[in-house]
């Protein structure tokens, strides 16, 4: 059982610049694949980004490449996304989630979720 909690949300202005963190309880953290989504409303939830279990891979959905960076630290049993260059259609709640296998980019691949964190960008 993996439990994850997601903080750094707020409002920003567009250019800006904010650092969610997704904080898991639990055990073996390093062993999951840890992923961001994002969901605006009206709209279904969209993959933003994945980071293996080791931290050596990564992947990025195409809208957020070169703009946003993904790390963790197993020590602290926590994963970080870095947002810079923040554009009003980043506007969402941003959400932590853990698998098991691979790099995916599909929810019904991750198993555990966080409660999110709400992002607004101002235009």
């Known amino acids: 059982q993996v439990q994850l909690a997601e903080s750094g949300g707020g409002l920003v202005q567009a250019g800006g610049s904010l650092r969610l963190s997704c904080a898991a309880s639990?055990?073996?953290?390093?062993?999951?694949?840890m992923g961001w989504f994002r969901q605006a409303p009206g709209k279904e939830r969209e993959f933003v980004v994945t980071i293996h279990g080791s931290g050596g891979s990564v992947y990025y959905a195409d809208s957020v490449k070169g703009r946003f960076t993904i790390s963790r630290d197993n020590a602290k049993n926590t994963v970080y996304l870095q947002m810079n260059s923040l554009r009003p259609e980043d506007t969402a709640n941003y959400y932590c989630?853990?698998?098991?296998?691979?790099?995916?980019?599909?929810?019904?691949?991750?198993?555990?979720w966080g409660q999110g964190t709400q992002v607004t960008v101002s235009s």
């Open positions: 989630a853990a698998a098991q296998f691979g790099l995916p980019t599909v929810t019904r691949a991750y198993r555990y």
């Open positions: 639990g055990r073996a953290f390093s062993t999951y694949t």
